[in-house]
């Protein structure tokens, strides 16, 4: 009886490459087993078929950076358990990009804009060093937009004392401007900051935090992006 063959091994047969090569083939989701996209190289294949994409190139893959609505429900301050709820099942229909869906995105992710502790709402994650390094080195210079709901009403006197508060501080201190969105709701508009800030700058001027949801970062925002679910980021998108 034949013995079940590595992958990228049924590969080199196939179409007489180079070990490597079949890997990279393989690894960057060019080949089909019965059909589907295997990206594992040691995937043992007997007698299934095996099919290397039309399109198939060499060309290493540009590094993916995604998007994530995370609900209110689901959260947590573990970026490792974040990355679970992200998964080829909740991919929105509003993904326009144009990329690829492959299982080795989902790995190895880099949270690339952490949420204000106990926030839900937008989230960035990335494997391109280039979107990380703005994210974060850069981040005084990028926006969060929240969408704060408060346990009580408040007062233009409160709003305008939260808004005095950061103005009179501290002339480091990133941007800030809150203003109301209901009775018991402010839009908050400020440049990164720690991720207890926001709470603790309510809590002074007597708010008690419910909910936060944050809705963009400098230019992008989780329009039309369903909670739950996430999407690619096109190349050409900038923060």
Not at 21 to 35: N, P, T
Not at 53 to 65: G, V
Request: hydrophobic share 35%.
């Amino acid at each position: 009886m034949t013995e079940p063959k590595r992958l990228d091994k049924r590969l080199v047969e196939l179409i007489h490459c180079s070990r490597g090569d079949a890997i990279k083939y393989i690894e960057g989701g060019w080949v089909l087993v019965e059909g589907e996209v295997e990206e594992r190289p040691q995937f043992k294949v007997l007698r299934q078929q095996v099919e290397l994409h039309a399109d198939a190139t060499l060309e290493p893959a540009e590094p993916i950076t995604l998007i994530f609505n995370l609900p209110q429900d689901a959260y947590t301050d573990d970026s490792s358990e974040m990355q679970q709820l992200i998964t080829a099942q909740n991919h929105s229909e509003t993904d326009y990009s144009g990329i690829r869906l492959l299982k080795n995105h989902f790995s190895k992710l880099q949270d690339a804009a952490p949420l204000q502790s106990g926030a839900s709402g937008l989230t960035v994650f990335s494997k391109d060093w280039r979107v990380i390094r703005v994210l974060n080195e850069n981040n005084k210079k990028k926006e969060e937009e929240y969408i704060v709901d408060f346990s009580e009403e408040f007062s233009t006197e409160m709003l305008e004392q939260l808004n005095d508060l950061v103005d009179n501080s501290d002339r480091s201190q990133t941007k800030f401007k809150a203003s109301r969105q209901s009775e018991k709701a402010m839009r908050i508009v400020f440049g990164f900051t720690h991720t207890e800030q926001l709470e603790t700058l309510c809590n002074s001027v007597g708010l008690s935090i419910v909910t936060m949801k944050r809705i963009r970062i400098g230019r992008v925002s989780k329009k039309d992006l369903p909670s739950g679910q996430w999407r690619y980021l096109s190349k050409k998108t900038m923060f």
